[in-house]
């Protein structure tokens, strides 16, 4: 049974940071690219970002990009996301996803998983 686990999120001030981590099992992690999204209540799921199986180039929409940088450690499969220089705007559901197609990452995703709540106080 693949489970994607995401922690880290929590409260924190607007241009403060975060950590998020994402554990992945049942699946053979470094085979796979993997992604992060948000939600909003009620709105359609947004990418953040994606990186390839073997950790190279990254992807991010403008609106994180330079704030936001994602990462891997395929021998704890395990990816972060280390979030810096936070917005209220940025108050979401985090989740995170794998696909083995990196070009599918932006817009669907194989495997996701439960989500973690970031809330950025102004």
């Known amino acids: 049974q693949v489970q994607l686990v995401e922690s880290g999120g929590g409260l924190v001030q607007a241009g403060g940071s975060l950590r998020l981590s994402c554990d992945g099992s049942g699946l053979p992690f470094r085979r796979y690219a993997m992604g992060w999204f948000r939600q909003h209540a009620g709105e359609e799921r947004e990418f953040v970002a994606a990186?390839?199986?073997?950790?190279?180039?990254?992807y991010y929409p403008d609106s994180v990009k330079g704030r936001f940088t994602i990462s891997r450690d395929n021998g704890k499969n395990t990816m972060y996301l280390q979030m810096d220089s936070l917005k209220p705007e940025d108050t979401d559901i985090y989740y995170c996803a794998a696909e083995k197609v990196l070009d599918k990452l932006p817009t669907a995703a194989t495997y996701w998983g439960q989500g973690t709540q970031v809330t950025v106080d102004s």
């Open positions: 990186i390839p199986w073997s950790g190279g180039k990254t």
